[in-house]
């Protein structure tokens, strides 16, 4: 199918924006597309229409540019992500296509907005890594930026999971599934399981902290003990 210069600009900042739901700013709407568009209308209930009539109509769905914390909320709160491609000038200055960029993907661990926030309760984003018997948890707070580590028995991490609530889970994506929370939603995202080695891991730590090695926050017990950090 022969793409329109603006479709071409959408599929590139999907391809961009990965597994998130990709709200795309076309004048004073955002417009979700394809399968995204149908996943919007049903979480949202807007109104699914097509961009093309005919067999190969486009699937479409979008809301007025200034409703957009309130959708995103419902979003986030469903458990996906989502990222947001604005226009990066003004269309009235604009020779051809209106410039557009990807400004902010964001999911459930990662929600810094006060406005989609509830001031009453921490928003974790955790990270689970298993090694035989025992899993290695870490949990930060990204709007604080207060984040832990522990090591605990494997038969423990439902009950630790448990107790923290995260709102989204990282995990390897070879690992695996979690284990259910009764009654809690946990969005969980894979990633490439290199991120979560040893050697990553300190690397990331020492070079944040600028120290030569973790011996002093106390990453070398392995007693199930909680470590905070405030950063």
Known sequence: M???????????????????????RMGDFYELFFEDARKA?????????????????????GFP?????GYLAKL????????????????KQAKGLVKRELTRVVSPGT??????LDPKE?????????????????WIDVSTGRFW???????????????????????PEEAEPLPEISGRSMAV????????????ATDALTGHFGVASLEGFGFETADGTSIGFRH
């Open 2 to 24: 022969q793409l329109t210069p603006m479709m071409q600009q959408y599929q590139d900042a999907k391809a961009a924006a990965g597994d998130a739901l990709l709200l795309f």
């Open 41 to 61: 209308a049903a979480l949202l209930g807007l109104s699914l229409t097509s961009r093309d009539k005919g067999e190969n109509g486009v699937p479409m769905a």
């Open 65 to 69: 540019y200034h409703q957009l914390d």
């Open 76 to 91: 986030i709160a469903s458990g996906l992500r989502v990222a947001v491609c604005d226009q990066v000038e003004d269309p």
């Open 111 to 116: 929600v810094t907005d006060d406005a989609l």
């Open 122 to 138: 921490s928003n974790f984003l955790a990270a689970v890594a298993m090694a035989d018997d025992v899993a290695g948890l870490a």
């Open 149 to 171: 580590a522990c090591t605990a028995p494997a038969a423990r991490l439902r009950d630790e999971l448990a107790r923290i609530a995260p709102a989204e889970c990282l995990l």
């Open 189 to 200: 995202t894979r990633r490439p399981g290199w991120m979560f080695s040893t050697q990553a």
